[in-house]
């Protein structure tokens, strides 16, 4: 049981901070605020001034919370984790929408609202944990290669405009001598840190395994690997719940009923990282056309009257159970496994 809330509201230069006592869920004490520089000074200033205003209470019974704000918000959570500090880093919609209505907007104000969600609850906090130093340098260049492949495509897409226009001047070829230059440049980029995943994964053993069982499965290649084990800290991140991960990358399908209007079908929500979706979809066509049990799947599916998306989504948490169910066991893809449909 916590009896003292700290609120955290991350931004760029500055932190602000709320801090509320209670027992039970009814505030003891005058909330109190302060704002704090977002660096490592900052950090040892605000930790100072909580045990000042903690009116006596033991520091195990200490909540800090805040929203996931990504590399703003984990320089603070690294910090407070290194101290032995309870820290509970929410999804900023969840806050939001357990909040209600509010006309007031402002840094102090969120700081205010994140303490109050942490009061309600705190029965419900995930204690944050720090990536493994080998997880974090993968996800430092699989973002970057992502980076780089966007700049690629935007100056092959150029190129392409360019080869459609009959026109023909010095500027223009120019500029596509240049734009032929910097493709090849990225190219090499990308083959670059290609081979510094390949050898990072390589030298742990952490990494090594999840990837040698998630690659055993015909159709998933070393970018879904790395996207799967990225974005879900080689699954840790869901506790190995596929439903949890399909819900995350948009795969899970939901309906709405609601008395006798109401009636909408099953299907994907918007809210998904787009990316990890498409990628899931690369492994999900792939393996229906190289991994024989996942195309019999499929074809039981589209023999059954569903339409090819519906089915390919199917496909796709399919994979997500299989590859999850083989990580948490620790076990390597099987031929011989029979899918139900």
């Avoid at 690629?152 to 120019?174: D, H, I, N, Q, Y």
């Avoid at 499965?217 to 719940?241: E, H, S, W």
Wanted: proline share 2%; charged share 25%.
């Amino acid at each position: 049981m916590k009896n003292l809330f700290i609120g955290i509201d991350f931004s760029k230069e500055k932190v602000d901070v709320a801090i509320i006592s209670a027992e039970g869920l009814v505030e003891t004490s005058v909330r109190v605020f302060n704002e704090f520089k977002n660096s490592v000074s900052g950090y040892k200033q605000l930790v100072k001034w909580v045990e000042k205003n903690a009116n006596g209470i033991d520091s195990s019974l200490w909540l800090f919370c805040g929203e996931n704000t990504g590399d703003y918000s984990k320089p603070l959570c690294n910090h407070l984790y290194g101290r032995g500090f309870d820290m509970w880093l929410e999804n900023s919609k969840c806050i939001k929408d357990a909040s209600g209505i509010r006309r007031l907007k402002s840094d102090r104000a969120d700081a205010a609202m994140i303490a109050e969600y942490a009061l309600r609850n705190h029965d419900k906090a995930i204690i944050y944990e720090p990536l493994s130093e080998s997880l974090t340098q993968l996800r430092e260049y699989y973002l970057y290669r992502q980076m780089v492949i966007r700049h690629r495509c935007s100056f092959e897409v150029r190129r392409g405009e360019k080869r459609l226009m009959m026109e023909k001047s010095a500027a223009k070829t120019v500029i596509a001598q240049s734009g032929k230059h910097i493709v090849s440049e990225l190219n090499k980029e990308i083959a670059k840190i290609d081979r510094k995943i390949a050898s990072l994964i390589e030298s742990s053993d952490e990494l090594s395994e999840v990837y040698r069982i998630v690659t055993s499965v015909p159709g998933i290649g070393t970018q879904n690997a790395v996207c799967l084990m990225v974005y879900t800290d080689n699954f840790r991140k869901f506790n190995y719940d596929a439903r949890s991960i399909a819900c995350y990358y948009g795969i899970a399908p939901f309906g709405q009923d609601s008395g006798t209007s109401v009636h909408v079908d099953p299907h994907v929500h918007y809210m998904a990282n787009r990316h990890i979706k498409a990628m899931l979809t690369q492994a999900a066509l792939a393996a229906v056309r190289f991994n024989p049990i996942i195309a019999q799947y499929y074809q039981r599916l589209i023999g059954r009257g569903k339409k090819m998306p519906v089915a390919m989504n199917n496909v796709k948490n399919k994979l997500l159970h299989i590859v999850t169910s083989m990580v948490k066991n620790k076990q390597v893809y099987k031929p011989e496994y029979r899918l139900s449909a």
